[in-house]
């Protein structure tokens, strides 16, 4: 029997079989980072005490691509840390200066510094928040005089800071989320409180599920 060409030719053999491995292997990756898990690292303190800057965490995809699947929208829980994508500033500015109404988009802006941000859910829409005498206020027809919740996440070393700075009075829009960081001190975070504005659900990447770096603080979420 003749010999067949990869017998002849092995080395070709074995460059085909390597190709093959190198590319499963990106295509595996591409399709876990795009629908299974993302990772990112924390920068700057926004987020202090809970993450601090240079913190790598991984970002759960699996359930904003299953609720994608089954035609809804992702809605996070109340407390949780999601990474979300940034709003193109410049546009927003272009239709302030305008005197209209920014309209909302879904589309990953170019060209924008900190394209991804992680803070923590606050409230949901129809919900009112305030914040006054640095306290953050959540008003809903469950809570009509009004609850304030993240003092279950707060401990002496963990979660949000006691103290809120602003004053705020504003209701969540339909199909939008007031979020906050943890250091609500001064100006330590950019946020729902003061200028970032509440986010559209289709910007969420993800909830936070793990701390994956420093390993010595390795932790759940």
């Given at each position: 029997?003749?010999?067949?060409?990869?017998?002849?030719?092995?080395?070709v053999?074995?460059l085909?079989?390597?190709?093959?491995?190198?590319?499963?292997?990106?295509?595996?990756?591409?399709?876990?980072?795009?629908?299974?898990?993302?990772?990112?690292?924390?920068?700057?303190?926004?987020?202090?005490n809970?993450l601090?800057?240079?913190?790598?965490?991984?970002?759960?995809?699996?359930?904003?691509?299953?609720?994608?699947f089954?035609g809804?929208?992702?809605?996070?829980e109340r407390?949780?840390?999601?990474?979300f994508?940034?709003?193109?500033?410049?546009k927003?500015a272009?239709?302030?200066?305008?005197?209209v109404e920014?309209?909302?988009?879904?589309?990953?802006?170019?060209?924008v510094?900190?394209?991804?941000?992680?803070?923590r859910?606050?409230?949901?829409?129809g919900?009112?928040?305030?914040?006054?005498n640095?306290?953050?206020t959540?008003?809903?027809?469950?809570h009509?005089?009004?609850?304030?919740?993240?003092?279950?996440w707060?401990?002496?070393?963990?979660g949000?800071?006691a103290h809120?700075?602003g004053?705020?009075?504003?209701t969540?829009?339909?199909?939008?989320?007031?979020?906050?960081?943890?250091n609500?001190?001064?100006?330590?975070?950019?946020d729902?409180?003061?200028?970032l504005?509440?986010?559209?659900?289709?910007?969420?990447?993800?909830?936070?599920?793990?701390?994956?770096?420093?390993f010595?603080k390795?932790?759940?979420f």
């Amino acid at each position: 029997m003749e010999p067949t060409f990869f017998q002849k030719h092995p080395l070709v053999k074995d460059l085909l079989s390597l190709a093959i491995f190198v590319g499963a292997i990106v295509l595996g990756t591409m399709f876990l980072n795009t629908y299974i898990y993302r990772s990112y690292n924390v920068v700057g303190g926004s987020m202090e005490n809970t993450l601090h800057g240079d913190d790598r965490v991984i970002v759960n995809r699996a359930a904003v691509s299953w609720a994608h699947f089954v035609g809804q929208e992702y809605v996070p829980e109340r407390g949780q840390i999601i990474v979300f994508m940034n709003e193109d500033e410049a546009k927003v500015a272009e239709y302030k200066a305008a005197g209209v109404e920014h309209p909302m988009t879904c589309n990953l802006p170019a060209n924008v510094s900190d394209q991804y941000i992680i803070k923590r859910v606050i409230a949901f829409p129809g919900e009112r928040v305030t914040v006054k005498n640095g306290t953050m206020t959540i008003y809903n027809d469950e809570h009509p005089d009004g609850f304030v919740y993240d003092t279950e996440w707060r401990t002496d070393t963990d979660g949000p800071k006691a103290h809120t700075s602003g004053e705020v009075d504003a209701t969540v829009p339909d199909g939008e989320l007031f979020v906050s960081g943890d250091n609500r001190e001064g100006s330590n975070s950019w946020d729902s409180r003061n200028g970032l504005g509440t986010i559209p659900y289709c910007r969420v990447i993800g909830p936070v599920v793990l701390r994956l770096f420093p390993f010595d603080k390795m932790r759940t979420f």
